[in-house]
């Protein structure tokens, strides 16, 4: 399915609007199921330990998750956006992880 360009930019004008924690919360709530919450949490987490310079096979052990999620998680702070980096760096340090 390919999704229109303006819904997609729709989308991402809805959550330009959230403006704290607690509508993020509840957009999420409403938005996703509890399993793609699960998922968006877990790729997060993993994001922020490879970012932190944490070994691959350690964040799969830490999580109990596949390597293949690794190195996806991997391959996208290599080569995406850089949307993940530019909010690790926004967010600072409470969202640096010891390594």
């Known amino acids: 399915m390919v999704v229109p360009l303006r819904h997609y930019k729709e989308l991402c004008e809805l959550f330009a609007a959230i403006e704290n924690p607690k509508e993020a919360d509840m957009l999420l709530q409403d938005i996703l199921t509890p399993q793609e919450i699960e998922s968006i949490v877990e790729r997060w ?5 490879l970012a932190s310079g944490k070994p691959q096979r350690d ?4 999580l ?3 390597i293949s999620k690794i190195t ?3 391959r996208v702070l290599k080569y995406g956006t850089g949307g993940f980096r530019h909010f690790i760096e ?4 409470k969202y640096v992880i010891d390594k």
């Open 72 to 74: 996806r998680g991997s």
């Open 45 to 49: 987490q993993l994001i922020k330990q």
């Open 59 to 62: 964040v799969a052990k830490d």
């Open 64 to 66: 109990k998750i596949s």
């Open 90 to 93: 926004k967010m600072g340090k």
